[in-house]
């Protein structure tokens, strides 16, 4: 298990929360963020060596779109599940470029104990983006939850 602190690799904080929590709180937003998720991030990078888009309000956008809720989403956010594994820092909403979610999806359902995937115990199916969150669930005993939003 991690420790309580990881410092990611290939993702800024701005990746992980919201312009409105970046404001206030700056690069200690990442305090919001579950180890575990953030660990998953970096190692999704690795093992796709492709870039990969969470938010991106503060870098670019992706396919003509700016990204701001892909992250940690704020109890002030309109929008989502009210007690959404995003509202708690424990799930990402990745865009992987050239690897479709579904390839990535079927890649983690095949694995789910590698190291790559490990905390992952929940990923959304059927969407064009790879949701994965970390969520306090019997993986050992159910494996991955899959959710359909």
């Known amino acids: 298990m991690l420790g309580c602190i990881y410092v990611p690799k290939?993702?800024?904080?701005?990746?992980?929360?919201?312009?409105?929590?970046?404001?206030?709180?700056?690069d200690s937003s990442i305090m919001f963020m579950d180890p575990r998720i953030l660990y998953t991030a970096d190692r999704i990078r690795e093992r796709y060596g492709k870039p990969v888009y969470i938010n991106t309000y503060s870098i670019s956008n992706y396919k003509g779109k700016v990204l701001r809720?892909?992250?940690f989403r704020p109890i002030t956010y309109a929008n989502g599940a009210d007690w959404s594994?995003?509202?708690?820092?424990?799930a990402?909403?990745?865009?992987v470029v050239g690897v479709s979610a579904e390839?990535?999806?079927k890649d983690i359902l095949a694995d789910?104990?590698?190291?790559?995937?490990?905390?992952?115990?929940?990923?959304?199916?059927?969407?064009?983006?790879?949701h994965i969150d970390c969520r306090s669930y019997d993986k050992k005993k159910y494996g991955i939850l899959v959710v359909y939003p």
């Open 112 to 130: 789910p104990w590698h190291e790559d995937f490990k905390y992952i115990t929940c990923i959304e199916g059927k969407v064009n983006w790879l």
């Open 69 to 71: 809720h892909c992250g």
């Open 85 to 90: 594994e995003h509202r708690h820092g424990r």
């Open 10 to 26: 290939y993702f800024s904080v701005q990746e992980y929360v919201d312009p409105r929590t970046y404001a206030k709180f700056g």
């Open 103 to 105: 390839q990535i999806r």
């Open 92 to 95: 990402l909403d990745l865009h």
